[in-house]
């Protein structure tokens, strides 16, 4: 089976690390096992449980990329639409693609907590559920109507959701051609300078589209001969956007954009040996980070119950998290994923 990187190079080294990074951000930020290992290098922990949080522009920005790859890959060649029907049939595959594995992600978060409230009192585990709470997740409006999250980053399905459907409605609307493009790229320029700034919008898709629209304009330049005049202009939007206020978070994601723009070109940083790994955590990095929270919690109330505030046991646990996160994310992955029917079978 292809992956993302044997035509896009560089994505899937991307959503690898990025994926590795917001794990490690939030083993750092929650449960006992963090409390424990916190005072073996406190600066560094602080770091991984504070700046590390912006690797999610990575996600955004390699989402619009993607996003763009499909829905409005060349405005100055236009397909056909589809109409109403391709829409809502592009939603409800969107639908059930984030929908499945991060439906059970929660079912399992849930009955993480209920295993740490049992054995252990932490302030970080989340109480049980309400059929609001739940029916919020069910559809992705946990933080718009303001229901507590069931497990850590699940806002971002929620944006992410939000993201594509605007993106395939405007090309539902507008076709897909300049402008549906142009509409794209007021959205970011808007975005950038004003949107992104508001922290009361960062519910919404609009919010978000300073990373995801420089995603969508980052597609459009990798696929020309020349790359370096669109990727100039990236630049430039970014460096201005952040001259009105500077945000690490706009740093990274124009960093992100302007690499992909050139090509992402990323392969040369990886030894041969270890492509395949890295194809392979990409391919997992979204079922990896629904499950890292529900298993950092079981484990961490399981460790804390056997070994109160002992430090070698957090440790242990910490690393056997990792590993048991990235395994479940696989699992979870190839099951959830189409088996190709090999040529000449039924």
Do not use: C
Request: aromatic letters at 12%.
């Amino acid at each position: 089976m292809r992956t993302v990187s044997d035509s896009l190079p560089g994505i899937d080294l991307a959503k690898a690390l990025a994926s590795q990074v917001i794990l490690w951000h939030h083993f750092a930020l929650y449960g006992p096992m963090s409390a424990t290992v916190a005072p073996l290098a406190a600066d560094f922990w602080d770091w991984v449980a504070g700046p590390l949080r912006w690797a999610v522009q990575v996600f955004l920005v390699t989402g619009g990329y993607l996003a763009a790859r499909s829905l409005l890959p060349a405005p100055w060649a236009p397909r056909p639409g589809g109409g109403a029907g391709r829409w809502l049939q592009r939603l409800h595959q969107r639908t059930l693609r984030l929908g499945q594995p991060f439906w059970l992600a929660m079912l399992l978060a849930i009955a993480a907590a209920a295993l740490a409230r049992e054995l252990i009192s932490d302030g970080d585990t989340p109480a049980a559920p309400t059929v609001a709470q739940m029916l919020a997740h069910a559809v992705f409006l946990q933080d718009i109507v303001g229901q507590p999250a069931l497990s850590a980053g699940v806002w971002y399905v929620a944006i992410d959701w939000q993201l594509y459907a605007l993106l395939a409605t405007l090309v539902a609307l507008l076709g897909s051609g300049w402008l549906a493009a142009a509409a794209v790229s007021i959205l970011t320029v808007l975005s950038i300078f004003w949107i992104n700034r508001i922290d009361a919008g960062d519910v919404w898709a609009p919010y978000f589209m300073a990373a995801y629209g420089l995603g969508v304009m980052a597609w459009w330049v990798s696929s020309q001969t020349r790359r370096w005049p669109g990727t100039l202009l990236i630049a430039l939007l970014v460096v201005a956007g952040l001259f009105i206020e500077w945000r690490p978070r706009l740093t990274l994601a124009g960093l992100t954009a302007g690499w992909l723009a050139l090509g992402g070109a990323a392969w040369p940083l990886v030894g041969m040996r270890l492509r395949g790994a890295v194809a392979a955590l990409a391919r997992w990095s979204y079922a990896v980070f629904l499950l890292h929270y529900p298993v950092v919690l079981a484990v961490g109330a399981l460790v804390a119950w056997w070994w109160p505030g002992q430090l070698v046991p957090a440790i242990a646990g910490l690393l056997a998290s990792w590993a048991l996160s990235i395994a479940l994310g696989a699992g979870l992955t190839e099951w959830l994923t189409p088996r190709e029917t090999p040529k000449g079978k039924p």
